[in-house]
């Protein structure tokens, strides 16, 4: 079979690219992306239909992608592979200040619907580095959490209902709109945090929120995690503002922020074991700022804060969140360097840091990790200061450390990029056997011909 032929005849108006064409063009992230022997870009759900139909008939193994921001592999191809690029369904269909819902196609930006909903005085809820690029299919396929999932939770939190193309060319359709509903099995949220691997999702119903008038942005530098949570603990009884972020820096990783972004010495409150960037909102910036400035100073003494800056304009804001957010730089200074993302249960963030740090040591005298992430709900990330890959027995033991215990704390070894192919064996070390059989079985139920996104999550 010709497949570039073959797909042009199925559909004549979908733009298609060959794997000559894919190798000119950018990946995104992961240069593993583009490794498919095709690429088709639907306009319209008929057109996703039809395309996992063509696959599903002929044995081709069907990858969807949306902004190829995904840190897990979960969007890698090779060669043989169909990519279904939801670049095409970028319409937002609805948004309705009544009753805040959203209806969107998979293919739109977060940071278009951010600007769509901004209008009617509205956000999504939910708030990424990637926000220019990463798509709403994209994050519901991954679970996506971000930096306002303390507040408002993930995207299976946000999700209201959602339509997806099963693996044999049929529409699943449950776009409801309502937040009460008791009709039987929830089935969209077999494919919130799926990555592909049970069907494409095409359009989602979202659960928008009202906005603050106004935020301001602040540095804190404490002695530990500890001290951060009684900070976020403060700020979140407080009736006077509404704490919108709170994302903690360790010190190894704020250092290498600081050379990296050449922020000068002294120019911002960066001398300490821990910092926090908080995030408030309010009716008015002056109120935010008042709110953040008076909140600090009343527990300054009692929570330890070793030092700490109100920003004073949206530059010097936008400075602190860039500690947060370049998190390139790290790729920069250790191209392909390991990097993780766990969930602690918040109590244990200190014990944990202070255990992976003991025991990377153990491995290797040399390695001083990078930890940095979302304090309010105990998500960290974690990249290594060496080069990588590194070999697979190393990799294995790196994990193990990493990941001891973390499952029968309540924790997990993957918060918020998935699973995809760079923690499959970690999910089939670490993952409840009895939840990998049953994930076994629902895949082999809904995708017996294994066509969607194979090798991901469950293998």
């Known amino acids: 079979m010709a497949l570039l032929p073959s797909l042009r005849a199925a559909l004549p108006n979908a733009t298609i690219w060959d794997a000559a064409e ?8 992961d240069t593993r992306n583009f ?24 044995g081709i193994s069907l990858v969807a992608q949306g902004g190829r921001t995904g840190l897990a592999g979960g969007a890698a191809t090779s060669q043989g592979q169909v990519i279904c690029d939801l670049g095409g369904l970028n319409r937002i269909e609805d948004i309705d200040p009544f009753t805040r819902v959203a209806i969107v196609q998979a293919g739109v930006t977060l940071g278009a619907l951010q600007e769509a909903a901004a209008q009617h005085g509205l956000d999504p809820g939910i708030d990424l580095a990637a926000r220019g690029s990463a798509t709403i299919g994209g994050m519901v396929s991954t679970n996506a959490g971000g930096i306002m999932a303390f507040r408002n939770g993930t995207m299976r939190h946000r999700v209201l209902g ?17 937040l009460k509903t008791s009709a039987g099995y929830d089935l969209k949220h077999l494919f919130i945090g799926a990555e592909g691997t049970l069907g494409i999702v095409t359009r989602v119903a979202l659960r928008l929120d009202p906005v603050a008038g106004a935020s301001a942005t602040a540095l804190v530098g404490v002695p530990n995690a500890a001290s951060a949570q009684h900070i976020v603990r403060h700020f979140l009884t407080s009736t006077s503002a509404r704490l919108t972020a709170a994302e903690i820096l360790w010190r190894n990783f704020a250092s290498l922020m600081q050379q990296s972004l050449n922020y000068a010495s002294g120019s911002l409150p960066l001398d300490a074991p821990c910092l926090l960037v908080l995030g408030l909102g309010a009716n008015s910036i002056e109120a935010a700022r008042s709110a953040l400035e008076g909140g600090l100073a009343a527990i300054w003494e009692e929570v330890g804060i070793v030092d700490g800056l109100v920003a004073s304009s949206e530059g010097q804001a936008a ?4 500690l947060r957010e370049e998190t390139v730089e790290i790729e920069r200074a250790h191209p392909m360097a390991p990097s993780f993302d766990v969930s602690v249960p918040a109590g244990a963030l200190d014990a944990y840091v202070a255990r992976i740090e003991a025991g990377l040591k153990k491995l290797d005298a040399s390695y001083a990790p990078y930890v940095y992430g979302h304090l309010a709900d105990g998500n960290l990330h974690i990249s290594l200061n060496c080069e990588g890959p590194v070999p697979h027995e190393r990799h294995e033991a790196i994990e193990d450390v990493l990941y001891e215990g973390l499952r029968e704390a309540g ?20 993952a409840d056997p009895v939840k990998r059989d049953l994930a076994k079985a629902i895949k082999e139920l809904i995708d017996p011909g294994n066509v969607m996104n194979p090798g991901k999550v469950v293998g």
């Open 22 to 29: 894919l190798a000119s063009r950018d990946p995104g992230f």
């Open 35 to 58: 490794g498919a022997s095709a690429l088709v870009r639907p306009r319209d759900v008929e057109e996703v239909a039809a395309l996992v139909k063509f696959c599903s008939e002929r």
């Open 162 to 178: 959602l339509e997806a193309v099963l693996p044999d060319g049929r529409l699943f359709c449950d776009l409801t709109r309502v």
């Open 319 to 322: 400075a602190m969140w860039r």
């Open 411 to 430: 924790g997990s070894f993957s918060a918020e990029h998935g699973v995809g192919l760079e923690k499959r064996e970690a999910y089939e070390r670490h």
